[in-house]
């Protein structure tokens, strides 16, 4: 049995810990809810293009032979031949160029699609794709710190997170056979939340472990590797890494010409050799060459993860199988580690999977929101113990943080979703927007929240979610109806149901609005989500409450 | 445990954050020898170790207010540190240098 004071000892730490980092843990889940979605959410913010059908795989051949006849640089960076036809890919052929830049320094990337006319010359065209999908994997990521420092902080706020779950379990063991599962609805409304706290919180714990393993071990991605390298290793890790490298790497090029086989006949040649493996694109390195090989990203039924780095490689000549890296070949280290990433990223089990993730997320958010409500509410019954009948100004306080960060990331990444369609073509550099118009909201909510208090802002800020987050289908239903809006309407069951979703979000923001406006109007005096000021002792209180802001 | 347990918050929390990620490079060394393969095992070892070792690391801090105070912490994860850290430098410059 574990005793009182542990109990007491680690629900300090549980608390401590929990107020000081949930509300970075409340983006990072937020985001990362959405980024289950990140390719739905791509294709629905991707212009109407060429698109893949306009080259059949049959006329691909010639495609391939103008581009790498045109475009050296692609030949050698890789051609990518899309097989799916998602509303992100603009075209059967695309391929990534170094922008001018010194040797060996950091530098940037243009995109470019090519397709062909229909008198069967070659078009090629540089277009930037929407980034919007990464932008959110950013916020995800880094809650919008810059690298490394951002990194560093999250693996500081995951270290810590991992540890408020040991302690939460701690706390909640002695009375877990008792409460668990227990929901008391009633008058106690605290009581009521800690209850659902703890139901969300337990049986999510697989999961939310895994995150904070997982995320501890990215945010110090960096630093860890240097000190396994010089603790542990002493330069035996770079060996073991360039022995990877060249494990996914294509031949390198012969200089003679080559026949290159056709694309559908490659397919049919993987197939034959890699029964099970389901390629998403391929990729021609040293496309002409004699030893040119194409590369297959995709996943192997039956097994859990992407192989990302072209797993499988097969000569582009004779299509025999080069280098065979897809799951089930892999040893058990990498098996294990590819697991563990598909556990944080919801790679398994298919689109069920990803369902439960979505709403996972949304659940740890939500988790991290109610127990910084739970905290503020407790410091108020400690209080009014003490004879005060008004928030503390550090209660008052963290609210309005609450509500302003918690809101206004929601609100921010709704609007920053919508101004895809807006903005595309309007502006030069439409992925500096998206960071602009996130940012933009996102501190507005912060200062709308601290000049109105925690109560008032939540009502208007959950508002502003709704309608930003309704926004979405509004836009597309905006952009089906009047074609000169110059927007476009999808109609791919992916990206609709990026509309449909978002509809009923702001239809439960509107909802969470209207029980909030409810609550600051009629809930108790003395709470944070109070409009109303506690009978007597006002005018003094209020004035100072005034100044103090 | 009659004399019950100090709270020690800083010593102890600075012993999990700095001794957790000791013990943590250190044991997972040690399965870097001493695992299947040993240290020169071709695969993906180095990336796995990171999990390992961010989950011994929350696993040590996680539990280190148990001990009866900071100095208790200090001192019992700083033993099992040097323990941990002989075994793997007695692997890596002596058994397979």
């Given amino acids: 049995m574990i005793r009182a004071e542990i109990v007491k000892l680690y629900k300090t730490v549980h608390t401590w810990i929990g107020v000081s980092c949930g509300l970075a843990l409340f983006i990072a889940f937020y985001a990362g809810a959405l980024t289950m979605f990140q390719e739905p959410i791509a294709r629905w913010a991707s212009p109407p293009a060429v698109g893949v059908e306009a080259v059949s795989l049959e006329d691909a051949p010639r495609l391939l032979e103008l581009v790498a006849a045109a475009y050296p640089e692609a030949r050698e960076e890789g051609i990518t031949l899309h097989l799916r036809g998602h509303e992100n890919e603009p075209a059967r052929v695309t391929w990534v160029e170094d922008e001018p830049h010194e040797a060996g320094q950091p530098h940037g990337h243009v995109h470019w699609w090519a397709t062909l006319k229909p008198d069967g010359s070659l078009m090629a065209k540089q277009e930037e794709p929407s980034d919007l999908a990464e932008f959110i994997n950013d916020v995800h990521m880094r809650i919008g710190i810059p690298n490394p420092w951002g990194s560093y902080f999250m693996g500081v706020v995951s270290l810590l997170y991992g540890v408020t779950l040991i302690a939460g379990v701690i706390v909640l063991l002695p009375s877990l056979a008792k409460d668990f599962l227990e929901l008391r609805i009633g008058k106690n409304l605290k009581r009521m939340w800690l209850d659902a706290h703890n139901v969300v919180g337990i049986t999510a714990l697989p999961f939310h472990l895994v995150i904070a393993v997982t995320a501890t071990a990215w945010g110090f991605g960096v630093p860890l590797w240097s000190a396994q390298e010089s603790v542990i290793f002493g330069g035996k890790q770079k060996i073991a890494m360039a022995h990877d490298l060249e494990r996914w790497r294509a031949p390198p090029p012969t200089g003679e010409a080559g026949a290159m086989m056709p694309p559908s006949q490659l397919l049919q040649r993987l197939n034959a050799q890699v029964p099970d493996f389901e390629p998403k694109v391929m990729v021609f390195r040293n496309f002409g060459d004699k030893a040119a090989a194409a590369k297959f990203a995709g996943a192997e039924r039956g097994y859990v993860g992407d192989t990302r780095f072209g797993g499988v490689i097969l000569s582009a000549v004779t299509g025999t199988l080069i280098k065979d890296n897809r799951a089930s070949r892999q040893d058990l280290d990498r098996r294990v580690g590819t697991v563990i990433l598909a556990l944080h990223t919801g790679e398994y089990g298919g689109i069920t999977i990803i369902w439960a993730y979505f709403f996972l997320g949304f659940s740890g958010a939500w988790l991290f929101y109610s127990g910084n409500l739970l905290w503020i509410e407790t410091r108020r019954k400690k209080a009014r113990k003490e004879g005060e009948v008004e928030q503390s100004r550090s209660t008052r306080l963290l609210g309005s943080a609450t509500v302003g960060i918690c809101l206004g990331c929601v609100a921010g990444l709704s609007l920053t979703i919508v101004a895809a369609k807006w903005l595309h073509g309007r502006v030069a550099d439409l992925d500096a927007w998206h960071a602009y118009i996130y940012y933009a909201v996102f501190l507005g909510s912060i200062t709308w929240a601290f000049a109105w208090g925690a109560a008032r802002s939540a009502v208007h800020l959950t508002w502003l979610c709704a309608a930003f987050t309704v926004a979405i289908p509004l836009t597309t239903l905006l952009a089906w109806a009047f074609p000169m809006l110059g927007m476009w309407a999808h109609g791919s069951a992916a990206t609709v149901g990026v509309d449909i979703v978002a509809f009923i979000g702001a239809l439960c923001f509107a909802w969470v609005a209207t029980a909030t406006a409810w609550r600051v109007k009629n809930g108790p005096a003395d709470s944070v989500w109070s409009i109303r000021k506690a009978e007597g002792r006002t005018a003094a209180r209020q004035s100072v409450a005034i100044a103090a802001e | ?97």
Avoid at chain 2, 54 to 61: S, T
């Fill in chain 2, 1 to 97: 445990m009659a004399g019950g347990i100090r709270p020690d918050w800083w010593s102890k929390a600075s012993a999990g954050a700095i001794l957790g990620l000791g013990l943590a490079l250190s044991l997972v060394g040690l399965y870097a020898y001493l695992g299947p393969g040993g240290i020169n095992a071709p695969g993906g070892r180095y990336s796995l170790m990171r999990h390992l070792e961010a989950f011994v690391w929350i696993m040590v801090f996680g539990f280190c207010f148990l001990f009866r105070s900071g100095r208790a912490a200090w001192a019992w994860l700083g033993a099992a540190n040097l323990i941990a850290f002989a075994a793997l430098f007695a692997c890596r410059f002596y058994f397979f240098a």
